[in-house]
């Protein structure tokens, strides 16, 4: 998935991005509102992380503007623990909050529940055909078989489960996986699409290349 960090905490950034980059995400760090604007002018984000205050302004003023044509999701950073707070972040259009100082395991589980109720889910898992893809534990299940996915690997499939039948630009792979200070070209995604493709062909996963379009997945039947 592909994340928006706004923070200017530059250790509390740093932190977080290695954190959630051991899990295959692709994270822009924005530390003003200034600069939250202009990454959100040029890319789409499945999740935004927004500190409440910035040097330029305040984040839940920003979220509250920002409401009328921004549907992501928003996860807001507190250092303010009361109540009154945590309920206007809510009321201004966050869908969860934490409060500072937090536990990484707390932020990345709050993270896949805010996902996940955004995707109509109700576990961390996406039925593909036969198929049963295990986002937290990153395996990818057909009966007694289970195959372990490396986390590049799991945040790729990740791309095509919640697209399916779609078929998927090479460009449009790249926005979801990569940050902007990373350099990559549509070879790169050649190359991580074919390994995906073989390591899940046994387990009945069938990703298909689409020329001059893209790739889309397909799977088995149950024989």
């Known amino acids: 998935m592909r994340y928006l960090l706004v923070e200017d905490n530059t250790e509390l950034a740093e932190a977080v991005l290695k954190r959630l980059a051991l899990d295959g995400h692709a994270i822009d760090h924005a530390p003003t509102l200034a ?27 920003f979220l509250a503007r ?19 707070d945590r309920v206007g972040a809510l009321d201004q259009g966050a869908d969860d909050y934490i ?4 536990d990484f395991s707390e932020l990345e589980a709050r993270c896949r529940a805010v996902l996940r109720r955004r995707g109509g ?21 057909r009966g007694d078989e289970i195959l372990e996915l490396r986390s590049r690997e799991i945040r790729l499939l990740e791309v095509f489960a919640r697209h399916p039948g779609q078929i998927l630009s090479k460009s449009h792979l790249m926005d979801r996986l990569f940050t902007y200070d990373t350099t990559v070209t549509e070879n790169a995604i050649e190359v991580y699409v074919g ?12 990703i298909e290349t689409v020329r001059g379009h893209g790739y889309r997945i397909e799977t088995g039947g149950n024989d």
């Open 66 to 84: 920002s409401r009328a044509h921004l549907e992501t999701p928003v996860i807001v950073l507190t250092a303010r623990s009361q109540v009154s």
């Open 195 to 206: 390994r995906l493709r073989r390591r899940t062909a046994d387990i009945g996963l069938r």
């Open 121 to 141: 889910m109700a576990r961390n898992e996406i039925t593909l055909g036969p198929l049963s893809f295990d986002l937290l534990r990153g395996t990818l299940r």
């Open 35 to 61: 600069d939250a604007e202009d990454c959100l002018a040029a890319a789409s984000y499945d999740l935004i992380l927004l500190d409440v205050m910035l040097p330029d302004g305040d984040g839940r003023a």
């Open 99 to 102: 409060t500072k100082p937090f």
